[in-house]
């Protein structure tokens, strides 16, 4: 079964910056396109950023110009570097095949942006 591992979250300010990492338990990244996800309270889920197998990435349109999606296919690890966090980017973040599978959503990581 593969699983999808998040980590990195956590508490910062706004203007601040975190790195997430997204480990995959087996080597399935070199073949898929993959994804990094939000869902903020009482929202739905919805896509931040997505890479393909060439490297070609997607942004949505608020994470533009601030995060960065990227891919080490040897480690099996997706990345999200989110700079200028705002407070509307509180949520709990995912990674996922891009489109996403429903038996692939991992525990998430949670990333707070308050003052």
């Known amino acids: 079964q593969v699983q999808l591992v998040e980590s990195g979250g956590g508490l910062v300010q706004p203007g601040g910056s975190l790195r997430l990492s997204c480990l995959a338990t087996?080597?399935?990244?070199?073949?898929?396109?993959m994804g990094w996800y939000r869902q903020a309270l009482g929202k739905k889920r919805e896509l931040v950023a997505s890479?393909?197998?060439?490297?070609?990435?997607n942004y949505a349109d608020f994470a533009k110009g601030r995060f960065t999606i990227s891919r080490d296919n040897a480690k099996d690890t997706v990345y999200l570097q989110m700079n200028s966090l705002e407070l509307e980017d509180t949520a709990v973040y995912y990674c996922?095949?891009?489109?996403?599978?429903?038996?692939?959503w991992g525990q998430g990581t949670q990333v707070t942006v308050s003052s």
């Open positions: 996922n095949l891009d489109p996403p599978q429903r038996g692939m």
């Open positions: 087996k080597t399935i990244f070199r073949f898929n396109d």
């Open positions: 890479i393909t197998m060439d490297y070609i990435t």
